[in-house]
């Protein structure tokens, strides 16, 4: 499990943890980590750190102290490095340290810092780290626009300047990383997006603080941790006792969905799909997985909220391509007004968006929205939701007493008092009709095989994403990614499971 703090966390750690130790032994250690990553991308670069210009960004606070340090390291093996200080102040005892080793460092003056940055093989942006708050101000943010422009690499110092380091949050200029070196434990910030997109590859310095941390903010998955979670048959195993799955969704407009959404259940290893909708996607879904026991539900029996003649199920997923209207609106109220599990997705999110009431139920629900469907979930713009995800994920946890899956780039889980988890396995090129869908019946395999929403989102996003790359490279050792269709995602389930 990758585990991730808020800029509170870390600070409470390190002040714990610096008790302990001579003053300077943790700045001494993350510049240590971080000259390390520098050289090595420089060596990577040129095949050594002698004679390569880097340029350092330095703030006015202990992020800049970090570069600095860093900085004088790398002028100690000969690399030309130039700073420019950002902020009235410097820290003293690393800009001290650079000029002892060679380096230079001047005030900022905007001609001179692009010259300096224009010609880096390496910009190292000390700005700000987790002391950061708000939109980045001038000199910082010109500074930020600059790095953008570099020819060289870009390494950010614990965390990109300009991402809130709790959150993600992205307000105003901020810097793009190749690399972020962090310090002591991941930042929330570096795997939400925006904050994740800026961070580029991220590197872990140890500088002790283990001992010292709290229960996390966040966690990502590893595939470790899926491999444990994932239900799996043993020799007692049948049909019925993996997890049969109910599926409420398509409709005579829609068929497709429901088709992803079952093909996704499929794939995912449930015991038994029950498929129940009208009477057209009935037919698709037949059509194209005849795993699937199918029932084309009778619309007056829908309005006694009878699902009986489906049989029984361990959970549901509601909502693929469902539509709106009363029928469908029927067929919601019976889905929720079981007792077993149910992720309500898509049109499905419509209606209860429309009708709150359907969320209040004794057994466990997950919601599956992408951002324009937790806008209106939450009556907020989306524009607001995409920039701050992770806020609004876990508002909406809270407010309507669920399990919440946000997609997008990185996938955010909120579940009230835990961890938030985020998935990072996805490929952009997920960003294609139905591949929620299809995300929806992974889920609903999921949880029908008894994992608690909470986990069954977190390995559905997981195992989403890892299969969606598979499709993407036309294999698990393709070298790089194609156009996908939703289709090929759940078909890369199988494969996907295999390479946990
Ligand atoms: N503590 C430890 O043990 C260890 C800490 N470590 C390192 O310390 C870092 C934290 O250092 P920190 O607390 O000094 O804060 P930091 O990130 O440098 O930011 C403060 C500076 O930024 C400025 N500034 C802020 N917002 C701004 C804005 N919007 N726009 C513009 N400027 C803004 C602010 O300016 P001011 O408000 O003072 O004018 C001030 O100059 C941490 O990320 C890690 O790298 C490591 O060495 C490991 C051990
Ligand atoms: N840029 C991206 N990078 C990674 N994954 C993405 C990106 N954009 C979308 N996704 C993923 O693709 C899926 C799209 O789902 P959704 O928006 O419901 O589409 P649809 O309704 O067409 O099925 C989600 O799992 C989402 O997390
Ligand atoms: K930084």
Known sequence: MRTAYTSDQIRAAELALMATLPEGTLMGRAAAGLAVTCAGLLTGLHGRVYGSRVAVLAGGGDNGGDALYAGARLARRGARVEAVLAGSRAHEGGLAALRAAGGRAAAFDEARARETIGRADLVLDGLVGIGGGGALREPYATLAGLAGETPGLVVAVDVPSGVDASTGRVEGPAVRAHVTVTFGAYKTGLLVDPGAERAGAVELVDIGLGPHLPDPDAAALTDEDVADLLPRPGAESDKYRRGVVGIAAGSDRYTGAAVLSVGGAVR???????????????????????????????????????????????????????????????????????????????????????????????????????????????????????ARRLEHTRRAAAELGVTVLLKGSTTVIAEEHRPARVNTTGTPWLATGGTGDVLSGIAGALLAGGLTCYDAASCAAHLHGLAARIAARGGAGGRSEAPIAALDVAQALPEAVRAL
Request: hydrophobic share 45%; net charge neutral.
């Open 268 to 386: 995912a290893g449930a015991g038994m799909v029950r498929f129940a909708s009208a009477e057209e996607p009935v037919r698709h879904v037949r059509a194209r997985w005849p795993e699937a026991v199918t029932t084309v539900l009778d619309p007056s029996l829908v309005l006694k909220s009878s699902l009986d003649e489906v049989g029984r199920v361990q959970a549901w997923v509601l909502g693929p391509g469902l539509g709106t209207g009363p029928d469908a609106h029927a067929v919601a109220r019976a889905v929720l007004a079981t007792d077993v599990p149910v992720i309500v997705d898509a049109d499905g999110l419509s209606i209860v968006a429309r009708d709150r009431a359907l969320l209040r139920r004794a057994a466990p629900t997950l919601v599956t929205p992408h951002a324009g469907e937790l806008s209106r979930l939450l009556d907020v713009p989306r524009e607001r939701i995409e």
